[in-house]
Structure formats: C-alpha cells, structure tokens
C-alpha cells in the first residue's frame, strides 16, 4: 500500500521549534518533489514549502521563509519540515504530499498523494 504518514506535531509556545516527519512506503519517492502544506480551521489549504526529488531545489511561501527548512533522506523514504520561531498563525493541520510532476508545484491539485495530517497548535 502506498501512503504517506505524518508526525511531530504537538502544542507549543510561541517561538518553540518542532520538527514534522513524512514517512513514505510502498514505492521509492526519490524521483517525486515533495511538499508541505498547512490547513487553519475555516480555511484553504495552503502551500508551505516543496523540495524537489534530489533535494536540491527548495521553495517556500513568504510567511514561512527563514523560519522553516523542509529537507529529506531519500535512503529512508521520508521527508521532513523542521520549524523554527513559531507563531500563533502557524497553527493548523500539516500535511505531506507527493508528486511526479516536475518541482515546484504549489497546488494542491498539482498533487497525487496525502498523508492524513499531524495537528501543530502554537499558543501565545
């Protein structure tokens, strides 16, 4: 079974670090780019950031620049975003997704496969 598998998320303070994991399974991923994107209640989902299959190439949206890395270990199918200095309007629902087209893609729709989220809450 392919899938994705999100975890790191938690309840932290204001300007507390966490780090978010992807695990993949079931296929190799090192040919796919990756992303983050994030869901607030009542909201979008919006992109974070994508890193392409060698890892070599990353983007990110403004909001997060400086304060997030998304990386990866291709010899351990998994995919992560470590996340510094965090703020209230971070919270929301994190997930991980996959895709064969080429890098940068910032569309949820541009997408093929979904983790099933990890839940990050930054109180003030």
């Known amino acids: 079974q392919v899938q994705l598998v999100e975890s790191g998320g938690g309840l932290v303070q204001a300007g507390a670090s966490l780090r978010l994991s992807c695990a993949a399974s079931?296929?190799?991923?090192?040919?796919?780019?990756m992303g983050w994107f994030r869901q607030a209640p009542g909201k979008e989902r919006e992109f974070v950031a994508t890193i392409s299959g060698s890892g070599s190439l990353t983007y990110y949206t403004d909001s997060v620049k400086g304060r997030f890395t998304i990386s990866r270990d291709n010899a351990k199918n998994t995919v992560y975003l470590q996340m510094t200095s965090l703020k209230p309007e971070d919270t929301a629902v994190y997930y991980c997704?996959?895709?064969?087209?080429?890098?940068?893609?910032?569309?949820?729709?541009?997408?093929?496969?979904w983790g099933q989220g990890t839940q990050v809450t930054v109180s003030s």
């Open positions: 997704a996959a895709t064969r087209s080429l890098f940068r893609k910032i569309y949820p729709q541009e997408y093929d496969l």
């Open positions: 079931g296929r190799t991923f090192s040919s796919d780019a």
